[in-house]
């Protein structure tokens, strides 16, 4: 019995492989972009979409320039008492468009970093300005497809052999900021 038992099982397996040996079709696909083709893709993307926003002021486009930003975006300025919200940047910013001149900027160099995850990176960015040399950086995330400027900082350039005269001029304003923050 123990005979016909095994024999019954062999029999069962070899059915069972006779019957999955048949021709699997051929499957051909596109690869997809492993993860550093996809990062890559993704800071081409915020590269494009950085541009476009400097573009939207340039033009005194208010709607385009403002939907570059997160809701909850800040924007600081170059001025220490520059730290703007979007609603407060939206409101001061106003005036400019409407009359057609906001500001221009166009970077002449950049650089992205990309968090590996690919829904959030950081930049910076060494600008052409009406100030000269400015440097420009910040954070991006990426909302549903685009991406979208959340923290923005724009500081002007001092060369190095020049600080001590920048200092010197601003350094009353600047004082009377600070015994103001300190309370002196």
């Given at each position: ?5 095994q ?14 040996t ?22 081409l993307?915020?590269?494009s ?40 940047f ?33 930049f ?10 400015c ?7 990426k909302?549903g497809?685009?991406?979208?400027v959340?923290h923005?900082?724009l ?30």
């Amino acid at each position: 019995m123990k005979h016909i038992f095994q024999h019954c099982f062999y029999l069962l397996v070899a059915t069972l492989l006779m019957a999955c040996t048949f021709e699997q079709p051929q499957i051909t696909s596109t690869p997809m972009p492993t993860d550093s083709t996809a990062l890559a893709l993704e800071k081409l993307a915020i590269d494009s979409m950085l541009t476009s926003y400097h573009a939207a002021a340039a033009h005194a486009d208010f709607d385009a320039y403002f939907n570059h930003f997160t809701d909850d975006a800040v924007f600081i300025g170059t001025d220490a008492t520059e730290l703007w919200h979007k609603p407060s940047f939206m409101a001061y910013a106003k005036p400019y468009f409407d009359k057609g001149k906001a500001w221009s900027f166009t970077a002449v160099q950049r650089n992205i970093y990309m968090h590996p995850e690919g829904t959030m990176a950081w930049f910076d960015e060494l600008l052409d300005t009406r100030m000269k040399l400015c440097r420009g950086s910040g954070v991006v995330l990426k909302q549903g497809s685009d991406w979208k400027v959340q923290h923005y900082v724009l500081a002007m350039t001092i060369p190095n052999a020049q600080a001590d005269t920048v200092i010197a001029a601003k350094g009353p304003i600047e004082d009377a900021l600070l015994d103001s923050l300190m309370g002196r």
